[in-house]
């Protein structure tokens, strides 16, 4: 059986028992920006804290209460940082009364390698109690780059990426091994329900993935660089669909570039071009064979999808004017609510909520139209700006600034009820509760 799966725009073959699919994605350039691992820059001790000069814009709301953070021994990254997209903090919610808060401690790095080199930096991870702020736990974790390091999983559980390796941690903040891998692993995505997880990773030309292998942490490594590989090589990136509690291969392609794979527990979502324009089509394909025409869509780039919750995903397109359109659609094919975003909100990131129910969009606020003939200088940035949506509705239910500017996200987390909302801030974490969102879907015709 053969099935097509092009994703954004390259193609690449993925490999399963009885089945051969055709996939593809290529990341936008500020996504792939965004999600490829292995910046190595190391941290001048001088390097001058960021200066808060810009327009101030007030939260739609006060805050329920708020944590100083300069006590943690968090400070603002340098200025050195701006424009790297490097992940230097992680805002998340244990349970609705607990956050873990772990951010790149600079002047910690261990001396006995080349940090230089290996890219070496420490992370210091808290766990505070709500509201108080009191400390629940805290640890020191060696990572060995500057790209996105934590994952929140529904449970209270987090995975925290080091290289080739995942591990299990939870409030004590113990770790314990979960998958490894054979060479660095350079992205990952869960479906909303986080039972099945698509990986990305870098290994060795030659090796030979097999659907239904295990990955274990007793799995020897087998490293592989880019500066390794020759141009006319074999690809050397491995995407997997894996079920995340056993590590259980469902599907493996051999590509050559990292691929976006927007996935629920049935299947994902393509994007191919239609016939008459600048169309573009969304199809559901299903694991378990054959696929749906669930909607279409006009943009002007290859639109992005993301999964808000199992029957529900957003798609941002371009307009010829550099502006977004944001739809929200069902996979049954209703479109829920449209948004229009201007082309001044750039380098969006997408916070979703564990029951599905709110999203938080967190964009770089700049004074012009960033293009190729006006390219964004970070004298440009005015600022960041978070914005809370119903999913179901569309209503914005909140609006806060996020300072000091990370690019690179991290500063924003939604609680497991959706309720709170917690947001870095002008030297503290400040938390804000929200209303209950309204139940029950409505199409937009």
Known sequence: MVKRFFGFARCAALSHPGQVLAIAAVLTTSAAQAQLFGHHYKDPKDAPPVVQTKPERPASQPPAFTIQVEPLGFFAPGAIYQGQRESLVSLDFLDEDHLLFTFHAPGLIRREGDPAVDGERQIRAIVLTLPTGAVNAEALWTVHDRGRYLWMLNNGHFLLRDQNVLQLGDASLELMPSLQFKGPLLWLEMDPGQDLVATNSREPVGSKPEPGEVPSPSTASAWITSDEVKSNAQPDILLRIMRRATGQVMLVSRTRTTVHLPINSEGFVETLRG???????????????????????????????????????????????????????????????????????????????????????????????????????????????????????????????????????????????????????????????????????????
């Open 275 to 445: 016939s008459k324009g600048h169309e573009w089509v969304l199809s559901m394909d299903y694991f378990k064979g054959g696929n749906r025409v669930i909607g279409s869509l006009d943009s002007m780039c290859a639109p992005s999808v993301e999964f808000v919750s199992n029957p529900e995903v957003l798609i941002t397109t371009c307009n010829p004017d550099n502006s977004r359109w944001m739809v929200a659609m069902s996979t049954d094919g209703k479109r829920l609510w449209n948004a229009a975003k201007p082309p001044t909100q750039i380098w969006p990131r997408l916070i979703m909520a564990p029951n599905g129910t709110r999203l938080a969009r967190e964009t770089l606020l700049v004074n012009h139209e960033v293009n190729s003939f006006a390219p964004l200088s970070f004298d440009d940035v005015n600022g960041q700006l978070v914005e809370v949506y119903d999913a179901i509705t569309g209503k914005v239910d909140l609006t806060a600034p996020a300072s000091p500017v990370l690019d690179g996200g991290g500063n924003v987390a939604i609680s497991p009820s959706a309720r709170r909302v917690a947001i870095l801030d002008a030297g503290a974490i400040r938390v804000y509760e929200l209303p209950a969102s309204a139940p029950g879907p409505r199409a937009v015709h």
